[in-house]
């Protein structure tokens, strides 16, 4: 599930529910897929990671890490996010996955045009 949009320097991947459960992983290894995201994607300014919560309710939460000088929590400020400027993190119900990263990267992409 990863794309690139090159045209602001974004990798985004999302990670379903189910994937939780058929690897046996929790939502505190999504730090390693992050790092292995920066790791084969050099180029990238910004990496989204947006997942559903492993739980069971309609939660989808989403973590944009930002490369020095880009501030993540500001470009996702219309969405109260919560972090600091390297790593700012959301959560959203009621949407699916792909409808989260959707609206982050149309918000990410405003903030950078501004």
Same mark, same amino acid.
């Given at each position: =599930?990863?794309? /690139? ?20 992983? &929790?939502? &505190? ?10 790791? /084969? &994607?050099?180029? #990238? ?5 947006? @997942?559903?919560?492993?739980?069971? %309710? %309609?939660?989808? @939460? &989403?973590?944009?890490?930002? #490369?020095?000088?880009? =501030? #993540? /929590? ?5 969405? =109260? ?6 790593? #700012? ?5 009621? /949407? ?19």
């Amino acid at each position: =599930n990863l794309e /690139k949009h090159s045209n602001i320097g974004l990798v985004t991947t999302r990670i379903a529910r189910d994937a939780f459960v058929n690897t046996g992983s &929790s939502e &505190s290894d999504l730090y390693d897929i992050v790092d292995e995201l920066i790791a /084969k &994607s050099p180029e #990238a300014k910004l990496i989204l990671l947006t @997942h559903e919560h492993a739980g069971g %309710d %309609d939660t989808v @939460h &989403s973590i944009l890490y930002g #490369a020095k000088g880009i =501030n #993540a /929590k500001q470009l996702l400020k219309a969405y =109260n996010a919560t972090g600091d400027s390297m790593r #700012a993190s959301i959560s959203m119900r009621g /949407k699916t996955i792909r409808e989260v990263e959707e609206k982050i990267v149309q918000e990410v992409t405003y903030r950078l045009q501004e």
